[in-house]
């Protein structure tokens, strides 16, 4: 190549009017054929051209660690961060809970868990008395999931006669808190009672007597588990 | 501004990170700041030139960002929101620094500047593949206004109407400013050995296609 800028300055001229159009995209019929002739203003479309490739080619750049670590404190100081969440947050995201069918069955499920897992040999005779305080709630649940009225009976009347046993060491206000707790039960059990007395197949009168007769187990057991504890 | 768009998993577990955030989950902060650090980074550093600037307007971005992110509300994408903001704050910080009045004038006093040609070896070329830490280098050495439209432009994928409107500048002003820049970078690459060779030509009969 001999050319130089003298020999083709016109044309060179229009080229240079025209190059950022040219570049832009627009059709620019002059660019095109003058760049065939001119070797000058041909390099200048083909650097600006691969420059554009070599742009776009260029790699994502890391920022270091110390970014980051320096957000973090100042949201942390602006208190943006929620509270971390405590052990039973994540029952209350557990939408399913605000159902009451989907709950029926979860309860369903727990109780026929319980009742799969639980010891099934029942204290006979007075060996409620014998066994641990756990135990004891472990077999009181266990009959009242499985709806054995008698056994749960026989468990409660075993367990007030180790309280009555008892009760003379307890601290006076303590007693008179079970007292009061056992008086309240008694009365639920004495209408429940008298409920299937007159209607024997009332199911709901049954259910809350098994229910009042598992409370007052457990709260026999807690009295006890309380004497045994001091 | 002609972004990619991202795929569609990405973009649901986005959404998800975003409403997290806006809870104030810290791992959701960090999740969005690790998968938009290095295009935050990358956009601060060009626009700037300096390592130091460009990490403080990252920083300066992300808490903005965090802080307004009760906001955002997805009526665009996540990450046009986040790029936006970021060149808010480093246009802001040029601004603050006054050298984009300085680039502006530069632009008018280079109006009319010729091209500049090597009549000695008229037939060499940029090669192919321009070395990247050299046009890094010399994108950083451009004049603030020049660097700035070519970094949205050419870089960031802004339209011209877009850059207009984020300079506060006709569409023509952005234009020009773009093609100036580019004619500096040439001249500054063209200037340092090692990046030139000669080869075959490599121009097609088509007006080149713009982004």
């Not at chain 1, 016109?10 to 660019?31: D, I």
């Not at chain 2, 650090?37 to 403080?56: F, H, I, Q």
Request: contains cysteine; charged residues 25%.
């Amino acid at each position: 190549m001999s050319e130089t800028r003298h020999d083709s300055s016109a044309a060179c001229y229009r080229f240079e009017l025209e190059l950022q159009a040219y570049m832009e995209g627009e059709n620019k019929p002059f660019v095109l054929a003058h760049i065939r002739e001119c070797a000058f203003c041909r390099v200048v479309v083909e650097d600006l051209e691969a420059l554009r490739a070599a742009v776009r080619e260029l790699p994502l750049e890391e920022p270091s660690a110390a970014v980051w670590s320096n957000i973090r404190a100042q949201l942390a100081t602006a208190g943006a961060f929620a509270e971390k969440a405590g052990f039973w947050s994540w029952f209350s995201q557990l939408d399913f809970l605000r159902r009451p069918i989907p709950v029926a069955a979860f309860a369903c499920m727990v109780a026929l868990g319980c009742l799969l897992t639980a010891p099934r040999n029942y204290p006979e005779q007075d060996s409620t008395s014998a066994l641990t305080a756990t135990a004891r709630r472990t077999a009181v649940r266990s009959m009242g999931f499985m709806g054995d009225n008698e056994a749960l009976e026989r468990v409660v009347r075993e367990l007030e006669a180790t309280f009555r046993a008892r009760e003379g060491s307890l601290a006076p206000d303590v007693k008179t808190t079970y007292e009061n707790s056992l008086l309240s039960l008694d009365t639920s059990i004495r209408e429940c009672s008298d409920s299937l007395q007159r209607e024997p197949g009332n199911s709901l009168a049954h259910e809350y007597l098994l229910a009042a007769y598992s409370q007052k187990a457990e709260v026999l057991s807690s009295a006890l588990e309380f004497d045994e504890g001091r | 501004m002609s972004q990619q768009k991202a795929p569609a998993p990405k973009a649901a577990s986005e959404t998800q990170l975003v409403a997290r955030a806006q809870r104030g989950d810290e791992q959701a902060f960090a999740a969005l700041f690790e998968i938009h650090k290095r295009r935050v980074y990358s956009l601060c550093l060009r626009m700037t030139g300096n390592t130091a600037e460009a990490e403080d307007l990252t920083q300066e971005a992300f808490l903005q960002l965090f802080r307004k992110i009760s906001t955002f509300r997805g009526e665009s994408a996540f990450s046009t929101w986040l790029h936006r903001l970021a060149v808010n704050v480093v246009l802001m910080h040029l601004r603050k620094k006054g050298l984009q009045q300085v680039s502006l004038d530069e632009v008018d006093s280079c109006q009319d500047e010729p091209v500049k040609r090597d009549y000695g070896d008229n037939d060499r070329r940029l090669m192919g593949s321009v070395d990247r830490i050299s046009l890094s280098r010399a994108i950083a050495d451009l004049p603030p206004g020049y660097r700035t439209v070519f970094v949205l432009h050419d870089v960031e994928g802004y339209e011209h109407n877009e850059i207009a409107e984020i300079m506060n500048c006709s569409v023509g002003n952005s234009k020009s400013q773009l093609h100036k820049a580019r004619m500096k970078l040439r001249d500054w690459l063209r200037q340092n050995e090692g990046l030139m060779t000669s080869g075959e030509p490599v121009i097609s009969d088509q007006a080149p296609t713009e982004r």
